[in-house]
């Protein structure tokens, strides 16, 4: 079965230094791997994902993230942070339902407080 | 083009009652698949429907139901609530069931709260 766990539920920065949040999966195929942003009353927003076709996938808002088969992680990097990246951040692999790969299973989240 | 929208987003019940939240996808996008949010559990898949048909089904009770309208517009159904149910329930569109490519775009959910 496909899972992830991420690594810590709070990390705080300040503004202006770099952004690491972890995480590992664990799969019995290849993966698809996704992180998520959710902000304060909002949706899910998609920042990156990584489908094989290569290791080092940059998304949106200045994040990447790369994959390492070999520690079976997928951790999210920013070289700067703002402060509107002050948000709940979530690690998340596609599972091979029985009606394909469109059920997502999620980490437990992080939450990112930037200071100013 | 408009995004995932969800109705109602708030919605306040009582222990036992049943309740029906509504889910329409973005324009042309054939899946939709839900989601619950909870402090304690986090984020869960419940299940996904495509051409009116579920293809996917999470580890929720027989409760939770749902359907698809030939419009590709979903609803999902708790009945006998309970406490517990209180949580996010987020909808999420896709463009095609299935794939490893496969975007979900997210709507901004519905807050239930069981009194």
């Known amino acids: 079965a496909q899972s992830v766990t991420q690594l810590d539920s709070h990390v705080s920065v300040s503004e202006g230094t770099p952004v690491l949040l972890r995480c590992n999966y664990s799969?019995?195929?290849?993966?698809?791997l996704f992180w998520y942003v959710q902000h304060p009353n909002k949706g899910l927003q998609l920042l990156l994902k990584?489908?094989?076709?290569?290791?080092l996938v940059k998304g949106i808002n200045g994040f990447e993230a790369e994959f390492k088969k070999s520690e079976t992680s997928f951790h999210l990097t920013k070289p700067s942070a703002h402060m509107s990246d002050a948000a709940e951040y979530f690690c998340v692999v596609s599972d091979k339902g029985s009606g394909g790969y469109n059920k997502l299973i999620f980490g437990a989240g992080t939450r990112l407080a930037v200071h100013p | 083009k408009a995004g995932v929208t969800q109705t109602p987003r708030y919605l306040i019940k009582t222990r036992g009652q049943q309740v029906t939240l509504s889910c329409s996808p973005i324009?042309?996008?054939?899946?939709v698949s839900w989601y619950q949010q909870t402090p304690g559990q986090g984020l869960q898949f419940l299940f996904e429907?495509?051409?009116?048909?579920?293809?996917n089904k999470g580890n929720f009770p027989g409760r939770f139901s749902g359907r698809q309208f030939s419009n590709s517009r979903s609803e999902m159904n708790v009945s006998t609530l309970e406490l517990g149910d209180s949580a996010l329930y987020l909808c999420?569109?896709?463009?095609?069931?299935?794939?490893?490519?496969?975007?979900?775009?997210f709507g901004p959910g519905t807050r239930l709260t069981v009194l």
């Open positions: 429907y495509f051409s009116e048909t579920q293809r």
């Open positions: 799969s019995s195929y290849s993966p698809s």
């Open positions: 999420a569109s896709t463009l095609q069931q299935g794939g490893v490519n496969n975007e979900q775009f």
């Open positions: 324009s042309g996008h054939r899946s």
């Open positions: 990584y489908t094989s076709a290569a290791t």
